[in-house]
């Protein structure tokens, strides 16, 4: 790596920052020594109710996987994130609100966050909901998702937020998974100009779920929706009948925060379950640090609060610091190209964080929609959710940035809680496309297909040798699936799925998945669910779902299908399992290629060879490696003859 991609720390963010390089490395340095010490000191920055006097109890040992963080100490999220703050921040504001149309904005200070999130629980509450209740959240981007996963927080419910632009499908598997019995949605959500019909979804996916007693419906838009009697309530007369008076409930640090599901290689969508007490630790922490929050800035991340980045990155790490957070209903480019930028300058936005997509499709409308916009008071930019290549990197530095900021490209997922691998914006020279260094109390190692941890530069599997806090502690109902999902490969250590690169500075570049999940457009997709949706249709016989380098997406979903017998290939059914498949899962998981495959490769045990596929998704023909071992060698040629054109 040459000296002249490194992009040095700039001497006016070291001066301000937490943390300079030397500072960086005698705390990690100490985290990575004396865990135990050094968690006992982080955990003091959030409020406990009862201290804990232990700190860590963890096992990764396959045969008895259990991780505990704080677990005889008493704690509640959303008193974290809200009564904590009144003493000294009751009139800052909490939220700020920018709406899909540029007119609507608002301002939530801590005051009346706390008395939202209050006057909720209590509806809640008079509804029937009590502690370790799941409640599943499907509601856009307006601060009433914020109260409600706070109000679940204070009441000690286990909140599960699906992602508003899930189908009525994917919704009701969820509700059924962790048998919710309480849904709150809205009438409708706003996009780019356009309606979401959330409240129909949800009718339709509790045709499914006879176990939801009742459904709380925010007004967004006033739309028309069906109103079942009994079941269905106005959020907005819940609480006016109730006090806005609501004492938190006493949380042990180990009680369950929420439930988020997420795509694996096999199988459903596994519900990833986090804890109180180590979460909120871990995600204040890291969002102090890595994007060195400063009392008094305004903090904003792109991403939907259906996903991780959302939970922890926009409700429970910025609020448990006092920050100010910003919640934007819209997308990047209505009513044009311009409007990341006219909402930094509008809400004088000094931290900056979304997701490589964005940064790409915005690359290619030009710099003028950016240049036209000042972004004076941008001072640092992230980036999360897949790799970012480096044209990208430079772009989002050069033309977003001025070259003034300094971007952190984090790594980390869904179960992890918090970001795990990621530059210091005072402290870490950054690489464009690294995630740089590991944070405090992270030990990444590199493993061989064999289980073998590899010293120096070198390039493996990404596995985690020790537990942090904010690490998930199971998956719901089903502690086998976690063990075996994450434990079993490489035994004694967290194997996170990812391939990685080390370089001869340490620096740790991630490749991507190494298993068959896929990365649309920073979404998380199981190829196993886009094949078991496609399957699901009358007239397929057969699927196997790859991914293919995509320009704006990272990756795209190409799917091979064989039809069942008698059925003819034409546009018109391609179409329709496009339709399919965004009905059955929804609009993130649409197939962008669908090859026709009279055949796929298989092995003589039947097993699709996918490495195969995925070359030939990948326009890599000449090396596909030994097919001789496939029942009928003469299906790649017709599949290779046969490929799709990438657009
Ligand atoms: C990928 C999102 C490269 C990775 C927080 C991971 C990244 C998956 C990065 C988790 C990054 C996330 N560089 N790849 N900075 N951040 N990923 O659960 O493959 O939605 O395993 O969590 O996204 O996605 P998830």
């Known amino acids: 790596m040459s000296q002249s991609s490194i992009i040095p720390v700039r001497p006016e963010i070291a001066e301000k920052a937490w943390l300079d390089e030397a500072g960086y490395h005698k705390l990690y340095q100490q985290s990575v020594a004396d865990p135990e010490g050094f968690w006992a000191e982080q955990g003091k920055r959030i409020h406990w109710f009862k201290p804990y006097s232990q700190v860590k109890d963890v096992s990764f040992a396959p045969e008895d996987v259990h991780i505990r963080w704080f677990h005889d100490g008493t704690t509640n999220a959303s008193y974290n994130c809200t009564d904590r703050h009144l003493a000294t921040k009751k009139d800052d504001t909490a939220i700020i609100w920018e709406g899909d149309d540029p007119s609507e904005h608002k301002h939530i200070s801590y005051g ?51 992602f508003g632009g899930f189908s009525p499908d994917a919704l009701a598997g969820r509700i059924q998974d962790c048998e919710s019995a309480f849904v709150i949605t809205a009438d409708e959500g706003v996009r780019g100009g356009r309606k979401i019909p959330l409240k129909a979804n949800t009718d339709k996916a509790l045709a499914s779920c006879p176990n939801v007693q009742k459904v709380l419906v925010v007004r967004r838009t006033g739309g028309r929706i069906e109103w079942s009697e009994g079941r269905d309530l106005w959020y907005h007369e819940e609480c006016a009948k109730v006090s806005d008076d609501c004492p938190a409930e006493e949380m042990n640090a180990e009680d369950p925060l929420f439930i988020l599901y997420t795509s694996g290689s ?29 009392d008094g800035e305004i903090y904003w991340c792109t991403a939907d609060v259906g996903w991780v980045t959302g939970h922890s990155y926009i409700v429970y790490g910025p609020l448990a610091n006092g920050a100010t957070t910003l919640m934007f209903e819209g997308v990047p480019n209505y009513p044009d190209a311009s409007r990341f930028w006219q909402v930094c300058d509008k809400h004088k936005v000094s931290i900056f964080y979304t997701a490589p997509t964005a940064i790409r499709a915005l690359m290619r409308e030009g710099e003028a929609p950016v240049k036209r916009t000042k972004r004076d008071s941008l001072r640092i930019l992230g980036t999360v959710g897949e790799p970012i290549n480096p044209e990208a990197w430079l772009w989002y530095h050069r033309v977003v940035g001025d070259e003034r900021c300094p971007i952190v490209d984090t790594w980390w997922q869904t179960e992890t809680g918090g970001i795990l691998i990621s530059p210091l914006p005072g402290a870490i020279d950054t690489k464009p496309g690294s995630a740089t260094l590991p944070f405090f109390g992270v030990k990444p190692v590199i493993v061989d ?10 390039e493996g599997n990404l596995c985690i040798a020790d537990s942090w806090p904010g690490q998930m502690r199971t998956v719901f109902g089903d502690h086998e699936r976690f063990v075996q999902t994450y434990f079993s490969a490489y035994p ?12 001869e500075d340490g620096y740790y570049w991630i490749t991507g998945r190494v298993d068959d999940v896929i990365n649309v457009s920073g979404h998380r997709m199981g190829t196993a669910e886009v094949e078991s949706a496609l399957v699901a249709h009358a007239k397929v016989a057969e699927a196997a779902v790859v991914g293919y380098p995509h320009d704006i997406k990272g990756q795209g979903i190409y799917a091979y299908v064989t039809l069942v017998a008698g059925e003819e290939p034409s546009e018109e059914l391609r179409k329709e399992l496009v339709q399919w498949v965004r009905k059955e899962i929804g609009p993130i998981a649409s197939p962008d290629l669908i090859q026709w495959a ?40 017709d599949l290779v003859g046969n490929r799709m054109n990438r657009s």
């Open 449 to 458: 297909a064999d289980g073998k941890h590899l010293e120096g530069a070198c």
């Open 598 to 637: 009279p055949g796929l490769p298989k092995t003589r045990s039947g097993k699709i060879m996918r490495r195969i596929l995925r070359k030939i998704a990948e326009n890599d023909y000449g090396n596909l490696g030994d097919t001789s071992t496939l029942a009928d060698p003469g299906v790649v040629d």
């Open 266 to 294: 096999t199988g459903k969508p596994k519900g990833v379950l986090h804890t109180t007490g180590g979460y909120l630790v871990y995600a204040a922490m890291t969002h102090q640090y890595v994007f060195d929050y400063h």
């Open 112 to 162: 009346e966050l706390h008395e939202e999130v209050c006057r909720l629980a209590n509806a809640m509450k008079a509804n029937g909901v009590k502690k370790g209740d799941r409640v599943t959240i499907y509601l856009p981007m307006i601060p009433e998702a914020a109260y409600a996963m706070l109000a679940c927080a204070r009441i000690g419910a286990i909140h599960s937020v699906v």
């Open 492 to 503: 004694g250590r967290y194997f996170s799925g990812d391939g990685c690169r080390r370089d």
